[in-house]
C-alpha cells in the first residue's frame, strides 16, 4: 500500500497579476540596462576618437645632451639599420649609389595617396612608417600601400617617444598597430622606426634599452642617413639637396607624408627621384637594403658594392620580382586578424559617429542658447503685462471653490495639507478622497479636519484605483463651480486659492496653473530641484503663457472649471500624467490655460535619487504618452491647431529632443578637456554655466527667491542634470519598445508645512 504524504512548505504559485508585476519589473530592469549600455557606447566611441587623435599619458622628447655610455659604439658608429641576433645587435648600411626612401608619420588622406601615385610613377618603392591610429582610419590607404608593392613599418600608434614609458605602453602601442595593419591590409610587419628619431649616433641610454626589448622580440629599428627636413618647409630645393647623400655613398632618407602641410614634398619627391637616377641611383626598400646585405654576405662580398645597376629598382634583391620586396610583412591570421579588423570597425564607427554628434552638439548648443533668449525675452515681457497697474482679469472673484486633495497613504502630510487650507483667505470646501489608502489617512484627515474646526471637510473613502480616479471621484462630489486641485503632501499659503482663481474672471479661462514650489529646499537633492523649479516655473510657464500654449498644470496646484473637466471627459487614466493630458485636452476644447505666478504652493519633493528618478521617470514618459494621445492636434484648427502647431513642437524640442541630445555637451566638454585644449573647453563650458547662471538668476529676481540657492548651480550641473538625461533616455526606451508604467507613490515625511512669516 502506497501512502502520499502532502509536501510542507510548497511554494504558493504566483497569481496572474503578481506575473504581470514582474514581467513588468523585469522588463524595466533591461530598459535600464540598455540606457546605461547606449551611454557606455557613446562613451566609448568618444575615447576611442580622442584616442585616435591626440596622444595620451605624456610624450615627453628624450632630452638633448643624454648619454650614450650603455650603447656599444659600433650601434652608434654603424648603420642605419639594426638587427639583433641571437641577443647580438648588428648593423646594416646602404649599399653604395642606393637610395632606402622612408616615410614617416602616415597615412594621410591628403598627401599619402599623391606620394604613392608619384612612387608608382616612377616605378620606385618605398618603405611607409606608419602610425597606428591614422592606419586604422583610413585602412584603405594602406592597402593600397602594400598593394602597390611598397613595404610598411611601425612608428607606434599615438606618435609616442617610447625612450619614457612603461613596458606595457611601449607593448600597447606596438601592438595596437599591429592590429590596425592586420585589419587593413591583412598583414603584420618586423620593421619598427621611433618617433623623434634620427641618425643611430643619437641613440643614447634612455632610448637604447627600448631597441633592445624590441629587437628581442623580433623588430628591425631603421634609422636614418640623410634627413630631408621636409617638416620645416624649407622651399622644394632645400628638401632636394638636403635629401641627397655625399659622394656616391647610400642612404636612408627621410621624408614625411604626414603630420602637417607636405604640399613641398609633394613637389619635390618627383624631381629628387629623377636627380637621383641621373647620378646612377636605385631606390629599394628597406628590406631590400637587408637582402642584398645577406646576399653579397653569402657571395662572400663587401658589402658595400652597388646594389644594382642602371636605372631599375633593387627590390628585395630581385629586381625582376617584387615577392622579396615584402620581405618584413607577415600574413596576418588567426585572432591577429579578426582582432583587427574589429578594431578597423570600431574606428569607421567612431569616425562616423564623432561627426554625426558634432553636427547634433551645434544644433543641441543653437537650440539650447535659444531657448535661454526666447525664455528670457518672454518672461519678461509676461512679467511686465501682468504687473501693469491696470492689468485685470476681469471683476474680482468671490465665489467658493471646491478644493480636491487626492490622498494615498499620506499619514505624515495630510494634516499639514488641511491647516493650510484653513487659513485659506477665499470661501472653500475640502473633499479629501482618500485612494484606498493603509495607513489611516483618512481617519487623520477627519481628525485633525475636527482639530482645526474645519466644517468644510469631507472625506470620502473609495478603493484604490489611482490618482485620476480620485480627482474625478472629487469633480463629481464638488459643490462649486470652480475645483482647485493639490496633491495631498502640498501646502497652500492663505491667499494662494484667492490668486489662484482670478483668472477665471476671463470667460474664455478654463484652467489656472499656479506656482509649485520646493518646500523642501535644505537638502542637496531638494536644492537643485528648488532651482530647478524656480526656472521651470518662472521662465517656462511664463514663456508658454504668452504664447498660449501651457502644456501642463501641476498636480500641485491647479484650478479648473468643473463644466471644462466635464466636458473633457475628466482625468484620463490613459497616460501617466494626468495633469498634461488635461491641460492638453481643455486646449483642444478650446479653453485657455493661463499662469498665476502669485499662487503658490509648497511641496514636498522627493527626498532621495532612487524617488527622484521613478518620479521624473514617470513626468517624463507620461509627457511623451500624452504628447502621441494628442497628435491630431497638429492638423486641428482653432486652439487645438494653436497647441499642436506651436506649444506641441516646443514641448518636443526644449523638453524632449534637446534634453536626450543635451549630453553632448558634457560629453564633448570632456572629450575636448582630455584630448584637445583643457583651457578652452573649460572656458567654453563655464560660459553655458554663465548663461544659465544669468537665467537662473532672473528667475530668482522674478520670484522674490534668495540667490543663495544659486551656490548650488555649477554642482547640479555635474550630478544631478547628468541624472536627468539617463532619466529621459531611459523614459524615450520606454516609449519606443511600448512600455507601460503604473502609477508610483513616493515615501513622503511630512516636513512642508507653510513657510515661516507667510500669512
Avoid at 158 to 166: A, F, G, I, K, R
Avoid at 330 to 346: D, H, I, P, Q, S
Amino acid at each position: 500500500m502506497t501512502t502520499t504524504t502532502p509536501s510542507r512548505g510548497r511554494r504558493r504559485a504566483p497569481t496572474r497579476i503578481e506575473r504581470a508585476a514582474g514581467k513588468a519589473a523585469a522588463l524595466q530592469k533591461l530598459r535600464v540596462i540598455l540606457a546605461l549600455l547606449l551611454l557606455l557606447g557613446l562613451t566609448s566611441v568618444m575615447l576611442l576618437d580622442g584616442y585616435l587623435r591626440a596622444e595620451v599619458g605624456g610624450d615627453e622628447r628624450v632630452r638633448d645632451g643624454a648619454s650614450s655610455s650603455k650603447v656599444p659604439d659600433k650601434i652608434l658608429n654603424g648603420g642605419p639599420i639594426i638587427s639583433f641576433r641571437g641577443g647580438q645587435a648588428t648593423t646594416t648600411s646602404v649599399p653604395a649609389k642606393t637610395i632606402a626612401l622612408t616615410f614617416d608619420d602616415g597615412p594621410n588622406p591628403t598627401y599619402t595617396p599623391q606620394v604613392l601615385k608619384i612612387l608608382e610613377k616612377y616605378d620606385v618603392p618605398a618603405t611607409f612608417f606608419l602610425v597606428g591610429s591614422m592606419v586604422s582610419r583610413y585602412p584603405g590607404i594602406v592597402k593600397d600601400m602594400v598593394d602597390q608593392g611598397n613595404e610598411v613599418g611601425i612608428h607606434t600608434f599615438t606618435h609616442v617617444d617610447l625612450s619614457y614609458q612603461s613596458d606595457a605602453r611601449i607593448r600597447r602601442e606596438m601592438t595596437q598597430t599591429q592590429l590596425a595593419l592586420a585589419g587593413a591590409a591583412g598583414i603584420t610587419t618586423t620593421l619598427f622606426r621611433a618617433p623623434y628619431s634620427s641618425e643611430t649616433d643619437a641613440i643614447d641610454n634612455y632610448s637604447w634599452p627600448v631597441y633592445e626589448k624590441l629587437g628581442e622580440e623580433g623588430y628591425t629599428s631603421v634609422f636614418v642617413d640623410t634627413d630631408s627636413d621636409d617638416w620645416k618647409k624649407p622651399g622644394v630645393s632645400k628638401i632636394v639637396k638636403w635629401a641627397m647623400p655625399s659622394g656616391t655613398s647610400g642612404a636612408s632618407v627621410l621624408m614625411h607624408d604626414a603630420g602637417g602641410d607636405r604640399e613641398q614634398t609633394i613637389k619635390a619627391l618627383p624631381e629628387y627621384i629623377e636627380k637621383m637616377r641621373a647620378k646612377g641611383y636605385t631606390f629599394t626598400t628597406i628590406s631590400g637594403v637587408i637582402e642584398a646585405q645577406n646576399t653579397a654576405a653569402r657571395a662572400g662580398q663587401q658589402t658595400n658594392a652597388p646594389a644594382g645597376t642602371g636605372g631599375g629598382q633593387l627590390r628585395g634583391g630581385d629586381q625582376n620580382g617584387t615577392d622579396r620586396l615584402q620581405a618584413a610583412h607577415r600574413e596576418a591570421t588567426g585572432t591577429t586578424l579578426y582582432e583587427g579588423k574589429a578594431l578597423v570597425m570600431a574606428v569607421a564607427v567612431a569616425e562616423y559617429t564623432v561627426p554625426t554628434l558634432s553636427v547634433g552638439l551645434v544644433i543641441v548648443g543653437v537650440a539650447v542658447m535659444g531657448r535661454f533668449g526666447m525664455m528670457l525675452i518672454l518672461a519678461r515681457r509676461h512679467y511686465r503685462l501682468r504687473n501693469k497697474r491696470r492689468f485685470s482679469w476681469g471683476p474680482t472673484v468671490t465665489m467658493p471653490v471646491t478644493v480636491i486633495v487626492p490622498a494615498y497613504n499620506e499619514k505624515e502630510c495630510i494634516a499639514n495639507t488641511l491647516e493650510s487650507l484653513a487659513k485659506s483667505t477665499h470661501p472653500i470646501e475640502v473633499i479629501v478622497v482618500d485612494d484606498g489608502s493603509s495607513d489611516g489617512t483618512s481617519e487623520i484627515a477627519r481628525e485633525a479636519a475636527r482639530t482645526l474646526g474645519m466644517t468644510n471637510v469631507r472625506v470620502i473613502r473609495q478603493e484604490n484605483a489611482g490618482k485620476p480616479a480620485a480627482l474625478n471621484n472629487g469633480v463629481r462630489s464638488a459643490s462649486h463651480d470652480i475645483v482647485v486641485m493639490m496633491d495631498g503632501d502640498t501646502v497652500f499659503e492663505p491667499d494662494t486659492v484667492r490668486q489662484l482663481v482670478q483668472p477665471f474672471a476671463n470667460p474664455e479661462v478654463g484652467a489656472v496653473a499656479g506656482n509649485a514650489k520646493v518646500g523642501n529646499r535644505d537638502t542637496v537633492i531638494g536644492a537643485w530641484q528648488h532651482i530647478e523649479y524656480v526656472m521651470g516655473f518662472n521662465l517656462d510657464r511664463r514663456m508658454y503663457d504668452l504664447l498660449r500654449c501651457m502644456p501642463t498644470i501641476p498636480g500641485a496646484i491647479g484650478a479648473f472649471r468643473r463644466e471644462a473637466v466635464l466636458q473633457v471627459g475628466g482625468m484620463s487614466e490613459d497616460t501617466l500624467a494626468e495633469d498634461t493630458d488635461i491641460t492638453i485636452a481643455m486646449h483642444r476644447a478650446g479653453w485657455r490655460v493661463v499662469y498665476q505666478e502669485h499662487a503658490r504652493a509648497w511641496t514636498e519633493a522627493p527626498g532621495s535619487l532612487k524617488q527622484l528618478w521613478s518620479q521624473r521617470y514617470r513626468w517624463s514618459y507620461g509627457t511623451m504618452q500624452a504628447l502621441w494621445k494628442h497628435r491630431k492636434s497638429l492638423t486641428d484648427k482653432g486652439p487645438s491647431g494653436r497647441f499642436g502647431r506651436v506649444g506641441m513642437p516646443l514641448v518636443v524640442i526644449f523638453q524632449i529632443v534637446t534634453p536626450v541630445f543635451a549630453p553632448l555637451i558634457d560629453v564633448f566638454t570632456a572629450y575636448s578637456m582630455v584630448f584637445v585644449d583643457f583651457r578652452a573647453a573649460l572656458y567654453a563650458w563655464l560660459a553655458v554655466l554663465g548663461v544659465q547662471l544669468v537665467c537662473a538668476a532672473y528667475a530668482f529676481k522674478l520670484d522674490k527667491e534668495k540667490y543663495r540657492y544659486l551656490l548650488m548651480m555649477p554642482l547640479q550641473q555635474l550630478a544631478y542634470r547628468q541624472m536627468m538625461y539617463l532619466v529621459l533616455i531611459h523614459s524615450c526606451i520606454t516609449a519606443l519598445t511600448g512600455g507601460r508604467l503604473r502609477w508610483q507613490k513616493l515615501k513622503r515625511t511630512g516636513e512642508v508645512g507653510t513657510p515661516a512669516g507667510v500669512g
